[in-house]
T-cell receptor
Framework: AQSVAQPEDQVNVAEGNPLTVKCTYSVSGNPYLFWYVQYPNRGLQFLLKYITGDNLVKGSYGFEAEFNKSQTSFHLKKPSALVSDSALYFCAVRPEYSGAGSYQLTFGKGTKLSVIP | DTGVSQDPRHKITKRGQNVTFRCDPISEHNRLYWYRQTLGQGPEFLTYFQNEAQLEKSRLLSDRFSAERPKGSFSTLEIQRTEQGDSAMYLC??????????????FGPGTRLTVL
């Protein structure tokens, strides 16, 4: 079974500073990794994904994430935080193989990001 | 592209009542998923459909829960004899068969259920 850990319930960062939201995962075989963002009373919005190839993945709104296979991590980053980035961020994983149990996403508990003006 | 829509957005019911939620996926998407999200937690998988076939169900989906996708378009999730523990946000997502391998799922706004 796969799992995701987001070790920080909350991350506070000053506007204009770089931000990092941490994620580690466990999965059989190679992972497909995703980041989603959730604003209050809204559904999840897709930010970016890692499937294969370059370990640095670029996504929406200036976010990027770095895949590290040896550390089983997929940390979300942004060079300069905006107040509007304040939201709940979820990391998710599914295994590369196709078959039973593979299509469902397994999510972490989420990290609340607060960007302070 | 209208995105994934869900109805209702909010539902308050009394314990023991039945409730039904509807999800309309993105029109060309073949796969449809239901997740449940409780406060302070990430979404948890409930079930998914490929066209009209329900291919997987989570152990979270007790006998009181049933989901359908009769014509391979919209889906309904029914909860019978609701319990207070059913209070949660119910999220629907869809994905395109062409992106099958990557499973990029697009989520609706959710239905928030409160059982009194």
């Amino acid at each position: 079974a796969q799992s995701v850990a987001q070790p920080e319930d909350q991350v506070n960062v000053a506007e204009g500073n770089p931000l990092t939201v941490k994620c580690t995962y466990s999965v059989s075989g190679n992972p497909y990794l995703f980041w989603y963002v959730q604003y209050p009373n809204r559904g999840l919005q897709f930010l970016l994904k890692y499937i294969t190839g370059d370990n640095l993945v670029k996504g929406s709104y200036g976010f990027e994430a770095e895949f590290n296979k040896s550390q089983t991590s997929f940390h979300l980053k942004k060079p300069s935080a905006l107040v509007s980035d304040s939201a709940l961020y979820f990391c998710a994983v599914r295994p590369e193989y196709s078959g039973a149990g593979s299509y469902q996403l397994t999510f972490g508990k989420g990290t609340k990001l607060s960007v302070i003006p | 592209d209208t995105g994934v829509s869900q109805d209702p957005r909010h539902k308050i019911t009394k314990r023991g009542q039945n409730v039904t939620f509807r999800c309309d996926p993105i029109s060309e998407h073949n796969r449809l998923y239901w997740y449940r999200q409780t406060l302070g937690q990430g979404p948890e998988f409930l079930t998914y459909f490929q066209n009209e076939a329900q291919l997987e169900k989570s152990r979270l989906l007790s006998d009181r829960f049933s989901a359908e996708r009769p014509k391979g378009s919209f889906s309904t999730l029914e909860i019978q004899r609701t319990e207070q523990g059913d209070s949660a946000m119910y999220l629907c997502a869809s994905s395109h068969l062409g992106a099958l391998k990557y499973n990029e799922q697009f989520f609706g706004p959710g239905t928030r259920l409160t059982v009194l």
